[in-house]
């Protein structure tokens, strides 16, 4: 019963995930394309564009997240956590993309914040080891959520300073908490998780609301000990260690001041990160056997390009490398959910016995 159980609350994160991912994508292509010119998608920019961030971070890194703790033993939510949790996804996705921040993307995103501050809860015990990259995810967890209140008192009265504590808010989650469990998967070294947590805060403060030269050598921290990680991180392809060391190398870079913090930066290594290695390493169980060759590298390449694109503000190149990337997706996909329906099982129970 329990083995059952447990399938089902993987078949609960599967789901979630490939829908939220496929609706995540769509909405990206037809952003950069209106972008570009070429408007594809019905509605306003604006709306759709809290609709696409939103949703691939509620419905795609936090589910991975939590299937990666749960295949390193760890407590992630269970069954009624996580139907409750697709609940307020799909009322944030859908109220963000008919009219912003309403009623119901207000009443869909407090329900996934209360789901993750009670996952950070249940992930509280691995604070007492010294070296776990998930040592310092709850109390990420717990100061992202801590930034929210500012971000809603400032936002009519300084909007460069609530775009600020925006940036913090996500890095601090990209960084703090989605990172790590990818790490952890890879079974790459720890270092001391309070020096990972710390440079994280230093470094999200840096591309937020304190742009002090100080806070920038947090992100050198982080990209070096990423950059260690993954060259010791066991089993790697080079098209994946690659992904990783260009995450590390992209921290650094504002770090040391070679590149400067600013919009075009925030918007590219979010991309790269959540597309690039995050998704990558977190997406490795949904596989019914590893992606040939050519499709690994051609993917790597397109996201690295797109990235490159976003960095140096060309919106036609971003729009055609961006839909390069959502077609090598909607073909993964695709070889996902038909191999699974040739097994004759669900895709939630199959995947749920491999995890």
Do not use: K
Request: proline fraction near 7%; aromatic fraction near 8%.
């Amino acid at each position: 019963m329990e083995r059952e159980s447990q399938g089902f609350t993987v078949a609960t994160l599967t789901t979630l995930v490939l829908l939220s991912l496929v609706g995540t994508l769509t909405l990206g292509v037809g952003l950069r394309w209106a972008l570009a010119g070429v408007p594809l998608l019905p509605g306003g920019f604006v709306e759709l564009r809290h609709a696409h961030s939103h949703l691939g971070y509620y419905g795609v890194l936090f589910p991975l997240m939590w299937w990666a703790w749960g295949r390193l033993g760890q407590r992630a939510p269970g069954l009624g956590l996580l139907g409750l949790y697709a609940v307020g996804v799909v009322m944030s996705a859908v109220g963000f993309a008919r009219e912003g921040y309403g009623r119901p993307a207000i009443i869909g995103s407090t329900i996934v914040l209360g789901v993750w501050l009670a996952s950070a809860w249940r992930l509280r015990g691995v604070m007492m080891q010294p070296r776990s990259w998930l040592g310092g995810a709850a109390p990420t967890i717990v100061l992202g959520a801590l930034c929210i209140g500012p971000v809603a008192v400032v936002s009519g009265r300084d909007p460069a300073l609530a775009t600020g504590l925006v940036r913090m808010f996500l890095t601090l989650l990209l960084l703090g908490a989605v990172t790590p469990a990818a790490l952890a998967a890879l079974r790459a070294p720890a270092p001391p998780w309070p020096i990972w947590l710390g440079a994280v805060l230093c470094g999200a403060a840096f591309l937020g609301p304190l742009p002090h030269p100080a806070l920038g050598l947090g992100l050198l921290v982080v990209g070096v000990l990423l950059g260690r990680a993954a060259l010791r991180a066991p089993s790697l392809g080079w098209d994946e260690r690659g992904l990783w060391l260009a995450f590390a190398l992209g921290l650094v870079a504002p770090g040391v001041g070679l590149v400067s913090p600013g919009h075009n930066l925030a918007v590219a290594g979010v991309h790269f990160a959540a597309l690039g290695p995050l998704l990558v390493t977190l997406t490795r169980p949904l596989w019914p056997a590893r992606p040939p060759a050519w499709a690994r590298w051609s993917y790597a390449v397109s996201v690295g390009a797109f990235a490159t694109a976003l960095l140096v503000g060309e919106s036609r190149l971003a729009a055609v490398f961006g839909s390069v990337v959502a077609a090598l997706w909607a073909l993964g996909v695709v070889w996902i959910v038909r191999h699974t329906l040739s097994q004759g099982a669900p895709l939630s129970v199959r995947v749920g016995t491999r995890a």
